[in-house]
């Protein structure tokens, strides 16, 4: 495999910056593609989607934001959806063009969601469905992995730049 070489810190980060956001469209490729060929159930079952879900608007929260929880009377069930990760919210199956939000709360019992706008009356009734679009806690990770990286002892070694006197032990 060859080595890849950067001049800088700076376009390694820009280079994984990139890859970053390829895996991310990828992500939301998926979910859309599962979203068109599985059924609700399916998507549920692999811990993708929470369906049945009753709103209540809890109203407005810092910064402006619409706070709505979602919940079910036997609890939510086992989910890959978590805190951070960008949901749609739909009734019936999702096209992808539904109103998305964050996660921001997650219990046994219910979800809650932040909209930067009023969600459509649709999203705040019965029988909703919540569906991952994107596992954003991941992403923020990497891209916070990356500022770290700029401080770290052997960067200009990783990077592909000889190691100055300073670095070498």
Do not use: C, W
């Not at 929470?50 to 407005?60: D, E, F, T, V, Y």
């Amino acid at each position: 495999m060859k080595r890849t070489r950067f001049s800088s810190y700076e376009d390694y980060r820009e280079h994984f910056r990139k890859l970053i956001n390829l895996e991310r469209k990828a992500q939301i490729e998926l979910h859309l593609k599962e979203m068109k060929v599985l059924s609700g159930k399916e998507r549920e079952r692999r811990g993708r989607a929470i369906l049945n879900l009753r709103a209540k608007l809890l109203g407005r929260g810092l910064g402006g934001i619409y706070l709505v929880r979602y919940s079910r009377t036997e609890g939510v069930p086992k989910t890959e959806i978590s805190v951070g990760d960008v949901v749609l919210v739909s009734i019936g199956k999702p096209t992808g063009k539904e109103v998305q939000g964050t996660v921001v709360e997650k219990t046994k019992y219910y979800l809650v969601i932040a909209f930067t706008e009023k969600p459509p009356s649709y999203a705040l009734g019965k029988s909703i469905r919540v569906d991952l679009f994107s596992n954003e806690v991941t992403f923020k990770r990497i891209e916070e992995a990356l500022k770290y990286f700029k401080e770290h002892p052997l960067r200009d070694f990783i990077i592909g730049n000889k190691l100055s006197k300073r670095h070498i032990i």
